[in-house]
């Protein structure tokens, strides 16, 4: 995960939390032997429980199933937790990975998750239910999905920021 030098990554235990699982990309991998073609598969995974935890994993096999399965097993060694403020993010963010560039902002009750695929996955796994999101740059799945993960790494709430800052949690609103 990029750019997480000034942040403390929340890290959880899969064996605490009841866990969904997501499908978000599976690509073919061809590769040209003496005797013919290898076909293998390479499936990314995002797994969290709707309530503020989420991970992603890879994995690859020969077969669908089993590089799913791989991912899922993966996801569950990479669970984070997420700042959630009624059923959106606490504040804009921006988050980069390799190419791929994204932006998630907060909006108003029902407004919906409006973002794309590979962000979509995400934003939903974690239980944001209103978010205004764009991906920028490379629409790499693989790439948009870690992005989505750094920007969702950096999220703080008010009160985090108030420790930071040791002041009360009414000041970080009011100035």
Avoid: C, W
């Amino acid at each position: 995960m990029a750019n997480t030098s000034n942040v403390t990554a929340k890290r959880v235990r899969s064996t605490d939390v009841e866990l969904k699982d997501r499908l978000v990309a599976v690509q073919r991998v061809t590769k040209v032997t003496k005797g013919g073609r290898t076909f293998s598969f390479a499936a990314i995974v995002v797994v969290g429980n709707e309530k503020g935890i989420v991970g992603y994993g890879l994995g690859k096999a020969r077969e669908v199933t089993d590089a799913v399965t791989k991912g899922i097993e993966d996801a569950k060694k990479n669970l984070i937790k997420v700042s959630i403020n009624k059923g959106t993010v606490p504040h804009e963010q921006y988050g980069k990975y390799s190419g791929s560039k994204v932006f998630i902002k907060p909006a108003a009750a029902g407004t919906g998750v409006i973002a794309g695929g590979a962000m979509r996955a995400v934003l939903e796994s974690v239980g944001i239910k209103d978010v205004l999101a764009k991906s920028l740059g490379s629409s790499n799945p693989h790439n948009v999905v870690k992005a989505t993960m750094d920007a969702l790494i950096q999220l703080r709430d008010s009160r985090t920021i108030a420790n930071q800052r040791s002041i009360e949690v009414e000041r970080v609103f009011n100035g």
